[in-house]
């Protein structure tokens, strides 16, 4: 079966850094994909990553290991505003997106 | 560029009455996915287009559940004899399929059934 496993909630504070983990099995591998998610609104894209390695934008960086099915989302210089869940999703060989559950990220003053 | 719209944004229904929803995608993406999503959980696949053609139902989705794409553009999502159990988010999502795939997503149309 298809598996995409993140943690349900974490907590950080403003101006720290937070990493968000991803770890998936899927038929097929066709890219990986974060979002963010704002309680009530759409999920708006973050970053994509289809081979091993970081990619960088912004405050948001994230990370790729294919061999071990695992990704992560670093987010630094956290704000207020950053208080909403991750969603992690894996592209297939049927170029189906498989969602994670979400990461509910709670920010603290 | 509007991005992709939804209609309605919410609505409320009796079990057993059918229901339609609408998606505008963005102009010229060529893919557009429905998913539902409840809760605490990520969206859950539905079914997707490319152009006008149906490439792929989940196994998941009942019978009383059709979408069409008529002309490739706009698409519809119908939920026949709704029972409480649809309720939910639907989300509607397009992407160029040799950009990425990319997913832009709608706001949803938030569906309670009473």
């Known amino acids: 079966g298809q598996n995409i496993d993140q943690p349900t909630e974490m907590t950080a504070t403003e101006g720290a850094i937070v990493q968000i983990n991803c770890t998936y099995q899927?038929?097929?591998?066709?890219?990986l994909f974060w979002y963010q998610q704002h309680a009530g609104e759409a999920p708006t894209f973050l970053s994509y990553?289809?081979l091993d390695g970081l990619e960088e934008k912004g405050r948001f960086s994230s990370f790729l290991s294919r061999s071990k099915g695992y990704s992560y989302l670093l987010l630094k210089e956290l704000q207020m505003k950053d208080s909403a869940s991750y969603l992690c999703?894996?592209?297939?060989?049927?170029?189906?997106?498989?969602w994670g559950a979400g990461t509910k990220l709670i920010i603290k003053p | 560029d509007t991005g992709v719209s939804q209609d309605p944004r919410h609505k409320i229904t009796k079990r057993g009455q059918n229901v339609t929803f609408r998606c505008d995608p963005i102009?010229?993406?060529?893919?557009l996915y429905w998913y539902r999503q409840t809760l605490g959980q990520g969206p859950e696949f539905l079914t997707y287009?490319?152009?006008?053609?149906?490439?792929?139902k989940s196994r998941l989705l009942s019978d009383r559940f059709s979408a069409e794409r008529p002309k490739g553009s706009f698409s519809t999502l119908e939920i026949q004899r709704t029972e409480q159990g649809d309720s939910a988010m639907y989300l509607c999502a397009s992407s160029l399929s040799w950009a990425k795939n990319i997913q832009y997503f709608g706001a949803g149309t938030r569906l309670s059934v009473l």
């Open positions: 990553n289809v």
């Open positions: 999703g894996v592209m297939d060989s049927n170029y189906q997106l498989i």
């Open positions: 102009s010229e993406h060529n893919r």
């Open positions: 287009f490319q152009n006008e053609a149906q490439l792929e």
């Open positions: 899927t038929s097929g591998f066709n890219g």
